[in-house]
């Protein structure tokens, strides 16, 4: 059942419910008001009638005369019995009436009044004490009126519920089919989508209602299924072209080294450059799985100095620094030293830290790099600099993309996820990492950690 027609069901039956148990309680209340208004006629017909017969011998002549016109207006005789003591009919013509029995006597004299419905008749009694003696009143009135009342009242109600629920059934309709347009139009896009290209957002109406956050919630997820996508293309092309490279590096080695006897210095020579060709693919099959489950990983964090991070990084990366002409400084400017004092992950951290240096030597060509850590707005800042090659700004708003590598790198080696994976890292911390560069005039790499009160 779609949804427009399960929310006209449900406002139809709701409306039903609604208007049944309303016409009910209107149908009832109608019924015991009118048996009420009914019965108090009664009463006062049987309190004229009382009068009339038993109070005849006491009344002046022209009394009784009113009284008698105002009786013979309301009642018939033959709907009036004056029962006495012993139960017998001594006035009017209602006599050996079947449904006035001797415990409809009894309970007059005892409560004064008796009243019941029997036979399509109201049935009102009154005891009545007289000079000629005690004696119960009772009249009879049909109810003919009473229940074509209530059949009119049930027709207007049951046909008010009839053309109430065709009201409701296709306002409900109308209703559903503009409430739910929306919702239509985003699955008329996503059947339209073409799935080589899932990336195509859905354009917002600005209603502020649960359509604009599914159509957001859809964007965001097509959004990552995209960002999923294109990075397993981007990861075969990476594949087939980085790992092609020391593979065949290996591969031709040996093939030459197997043509004729090698002297040792050659074995060795051949076998140091084929373990760095196979430490190199190993370091990106170790950072690629590393990515996959950063987002999986259980949060682990302790409290870590981030002042000694910096410097076993120095210590690590010290002597690659002469490979490429350059050195390492490190400037600390922080007074606090609880502003070092960082809940986060180690291992990841320093793997994110490291990344970032190493690249800043790698691109340095030939310059120092510089490391400063510093306060600002109780935040604790780490500026990392070179003056080296640059990043050119069309490079520089895709270089943190997964397998992204800046134009001017030329023969320097990289595989295009250390600062992808850094910045992964850095989200998962909530440290904000940005990068200002000037091609040919150096880069600078700014993180900035949360903000932290003073002890």
């Known amino acids: ?44 017909t049987a309190l004229i009638s009382a009068i009339y017969y038993l109070e005849k011998d006491e009344l002046p002549k022209n009394r009784h005369a009113q009284i008698k016109k105002e009786y013979n207006s309301l009642i018939e005789n033959r709907q009036v019995a004056v029962y006495d003591k012993n139960n017998t009919v001594t006035f009017g013509k209602n006599v050996h009436d079947p449904h006035i029995k001797i415990q409809h006597l009894k309970i007059a004299r005892s409560n004064k009044r008796v009243q019941f419905m029997s036979d399509n008749n109201f049935y009102y009694g009154i005891f009545y004490s007289d000079n000629q003696g005690d004696f119960v009143v009772f009249v009879k009135y049909s109810n003919n009126s009473f229940k074509a009342q209530m059949v009119r009242l049930s027709i207007i109600m049951l046909s008010v519920l009839l053309i109430g629920l065709l009201v409701i059934y296709f306002l409900s309709r109308y209703l559903s089919k503009i409430v739910y347009k929306p919702i239509s139009n985003v699955v008329n896009h996503i059947n339209a989508v073409d799935y080589n290209d899932i990336s195509q957002a859905i354009t917002t109406a600005n209603t502020h209602d649960e359509v604009e956050d599914l159509i957001k919630s859809y964007n965001k997820l097509f959004g990552r299924i995209s960002e999923s996508i294109l990075l397993q293309q981007n990861f075969i092309n990476y594949v087939s072209h980085e790992f092609k490279t020391p593979l065949a590096a290996i591969s031709g080695s040996l093939e030459v080294f197997a043509q004729k006897d090698r002297t040792p210095e050659e074995y060795r020579a051949v076998a140091k450059e084929s373990l760095e060709n196979v430490y190199e693919i190993e370091n990106i099959l170790n950072n690629l799985l590393l990515m996959s489950g950063l987002a999986k990983l259980e949060e682990s964090h302790q409290t870590i100095r981030i002042d000694e991070l910096i410097w ?131 880069t600078d790499v700014t993180l900035i950690f949360p903000f932290k009160k003073s002890p």
């Open 312 to 442: 076993k990084i120095y210590e690590k990366l010290e002597p690659n620094t002469r490979k490429h002409n350059s050195g390492i400084t490190i400037k600390l400017l922080v007074t606090h030293s609880f502003s070092l004092e960082f809940q986060g992950n180690e291992t990841l951290l320093y793997l994110a830290l490291y990344n970032i240096v190493e690249n800043a030597i790698k691109y340095s060509a030939g310059s120092d790099v510089s490391i400063q850590l510093f306060e600002e707005n109780n935040q604790l800042h780490i500026r990392v600099s070179d003056k080296g090659k640059g990043i050119s700004q069309e490079d520089l708003v895709k270089i943190t993309e997964t397998f992204y590598r800046g134009k001017n790198v030329e023969g320097v080696k990289g595989s295009g996820i250390g600062l992808s994976l850094s910045k992964s890292i850095f989200d998962h911390h909530q440290i904000v990492m940005k990068i200002e560069s000037i091609l040919n005039q150096g």
């Open 1 to 44: 059942m779609t949804l427009r027609n399960r929310f006209t069901l449900i406002s139809s039956l709701s409306f039903g419910v609604v208007s049944v148990i309303t016409f009910g309680v209107i149908f009832f209340a109608y019924y015991d008001s009118t048996k009420i208004f009914y019965f108090e006629k009664l009463k006062n």
